[in-house]
């Protein structure tokens, strides 16, 4: 545990050992202020004076809505096909205290990871599968207004999913979270040939950056669409995520920028590199 000039340092793994919270909750306080924090070498670091307060409420308070525990009953309701119900759950989160954004972070986007991993697995039924996938794009449809930041936009980002990868959900999912976080998104939804990644990078308004999403493996797909982009503008930052690409060194061959998976981690590693326009060709950002 280092130590700056107020006392001890603690990391949030600590911190929600400490307290009896889940990482993700305490992250979520972090982020949304409600738990003071500084970062150090990359890494959010919370002083052991600041939790002597009653800042962080303990997950069975209402405030808190603990959202992990929601998580069975949410994919229980969306692979039944019950829109009503699977709302009834984010209302009733919502009415807990919980933000718009949480629901995404940690309801909508680990239900549908189980979702994929019982279908993978055996577990669930294509058919179920494709009823949770309906259902999700209209939850996330219906909590879209709820994400809009009033203030300033910090820019444009264009968002896709990568030519032949139909996987819509994941971006329109990422561009909710982005426009939660202060951006404007061009969502261009499954499929996107590499031609139109070039041509709105070229011709949107303050574009800041690409993201562009590989649920399925799609090397060549993603080299072509890279390449497009860096021929209009070689300096733009490109980002490139999700199932289909394995790791760091694996995103970094195929030219992205920096790699994240986590859905907040995605979020840094965007306000990162929109954040040092001016950087060096070898620069990475994860
Ligand atoms: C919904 C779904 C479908 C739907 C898609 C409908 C739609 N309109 O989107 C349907 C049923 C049609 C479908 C089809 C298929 N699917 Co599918 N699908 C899923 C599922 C269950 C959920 C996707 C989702 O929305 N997740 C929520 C998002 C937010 O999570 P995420 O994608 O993991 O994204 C996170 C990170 O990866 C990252 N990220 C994602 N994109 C980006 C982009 C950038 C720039 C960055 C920085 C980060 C980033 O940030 C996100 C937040 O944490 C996933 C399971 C899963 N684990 O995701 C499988 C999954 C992606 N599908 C899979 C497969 C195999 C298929 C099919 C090939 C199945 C088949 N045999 O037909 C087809 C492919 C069709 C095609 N050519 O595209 C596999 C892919 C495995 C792989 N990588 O090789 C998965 C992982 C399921 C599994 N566990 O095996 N699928």
């Known amino acids: 545990m280092p130590l700056d000039d107020q006392g001890i340092l603690l990391s949030l793994n600590e911190v929600a050992e400490r307290r009896g919270l889940h990482y993700m909750t305490v992250y979520r306080h972090v982020r949304t202020g ?3 924090a500084i970062k150090q070498n990359g890494e959010w670091k919370v002083r052991e004076s600041d939790l002597e307060g009653p800042t962080t409420p303990s997950t069975a308070t209402p405030g808190n809505a603990d959202l992990g525990s929601r998580i069975p009953a949410f994919i229980d309701r969306l692979t ?6 699977c709302w009834a759950i984010l209302e009733n989160c919502l009415s807990a205290g ?3 954004p949480a629901l995404l972070h940690e309801l909508i986007v680990p239900a549908m990871a189980l979702v994929g991993d019982r279908w993978s697995t055996g577990d669930l039924k294509i058919v179920s599968e494709h009823t949770a996938t309906t259902i999700a794009h209209r939850l ?3 909590l ?27 971006v329109a999912i990422l561009a909710d979270i982005l426009r939660s976080n202060g951006f404007s998104v061009i969502d261009l939804g499954g499929n996107t040939p590499a031609e139109s990644f070039a041509e709105l990078a070229q011709s949107s308004d303050q574009c800041r950056a690409v993201g562009i999403s590989a649920s399925i493996p799609a090397d060549d797909e993603l080299r072509e669409a890279v ?8 300096v733009l930052p490109i980002l490139l995520g999700g199932r289909g690409i394995r790791d760091a060194d694996h995103a970094h061959a195929l030219g992205s920028d920096g790699y994240a998976t986590g859905s907040y981690e995605v979020v840094e590693l965007f306000e990162r590199c929109i954040a040092d326009p001016a950087k060096p060709a070898s620069a990475t950002y994860d």
């Open 140 to 142: 996330v449809a219906r």
């Open 34 to 36: 409600r738990l003071p």
């Open 98 to 100: 919980a933000e718009a």
């Open 80 to 85: 039944a096909g019950d829109e009503p119900g």
């Open 144 to 170: 879209g207004p709820m994400m809009r930041n009033k203030g300033r936009s910090r820019g444009t980002i264009v968002l896709g999913a990568v030519a032949g990868d139909t996987h819509a959900l994941p």
């Open 227 to 234: 390449a497009a982009i860096q021929a209009v503008d070689p």
